[in-house]
């Protein structure tokens, strides 16, 4: 599947691209893009079954790597997050020669079954919103927001909702059945780490656990804040990400 595509930046750029995690889409990057990765050509995929890009079946690891293999034809620094990572990471195992450099942004490697069962059977209800401000009250009321404020994650969110389909309020524009179908990707195994440069950066106060490895090509940072660390930490994530792709070789 060719997946949606938002770019930034000047055409003939270093090529990164960057994959948002479940529920999400694309336009999580802009920010980034704009104000710190301004040289870059920049390109952020909508997921299959998320945002702009097709919807159907299937949703396993195979279908999105296929779906990344199609849409980006050339080799690449990849960025992602959460479910993103986990994905840059299968790429990375698979295809290595399209994979340059490797960033992880607090990367969902492997769920423990249990807490993907219960993410997803939480999935599979649909909730409806009156609006941006109701959505961004449901996120803060998580907890896993941990230092950005309301109106920055609300400003976030602006590109999130759809009509529901019946015309009754509003919704997240992502296929249910894909994000549960995601969940049991990140049930399984891990993936084995990118062989290439790769910068994990780590959310403080996140509820995922990640074990990075003692590899000389791994470098790892710990930010401020939960999971979202482009949200709660965008300084310290930013400047992680630049400080990477501008040393020679990736990881000084």
């Not at 003939?12 to 960057?18: N, S, T, W």
């Not at 893009?33 to 945002?51: F, I, S």
Request: glycine share 10%; proline share 6%.
């Amino acid at each position: 599947m060719q997946l949606n595509a938002r770019e930034w930046g000047p055409p003939d750029g270093p090529l990164v691209v960057c994959l948002h995690g479940v529920t999400s889409h694309g336009g999580r990057f802009e920010r980034l893009a704009r104000a710190r990765l301004a040289g870059y050509r920049v390109v952020a995929l909508d997921l299959r079954g998320h945002g702009r890009s097709g919807w159907e079946p299937p949703w396993d690891a195979d279908a999105h790597v296929a779906d990344l293999l199609e849409t980006v034809a050339e080799p690449a620094t990849w960025i992602g997050h959460s479910f993103g990572g986990r994905l840059v990471a299968e790429l990375a195992a698979r295809h290595p020669e399209r994979v340059e450099r490797a960033v992880l942004l607090d990367p969902a490697l492997h769920i423990d079954p249990a807490t993907a069962l219960e993410q997803a059977e939480g999935a599979r209800l649909e909730v409806r919103f009156s609006s941006v401000g109701e959505l961004a009250d449901a996120r803060m009321a998580t907890g896993t927001v941990v230092r950005a404020t309301r109106d920055e994650v609300a400003a976030e969110l602006a590109d999130d909702l759809v009509p529901a389909d019946d015309g009754d309020g509003l919704r997240v524009h992502y296929c249910r059945s894909a994000v549960v179908t995601a969940w049991s990707v990140m049930a399984r195994e891990a993936p084995p780490w990118p062989r290439c440069q790769t910068l994990v950066v780590l959310g403080e106060e996140s509820w995922i656990e990640v074990k990075v490895p003692r590899i000389a090509t791994i470098a790892s940072v710990v930010v401020p804040g939960g999971h979202t660390v482009l949200w709660d930490a965008f300084t310290e994530t930013a400047d992680a990400i630049e400080r990477f792709l501008t040393t020679t070789g990736g990881i000084g």
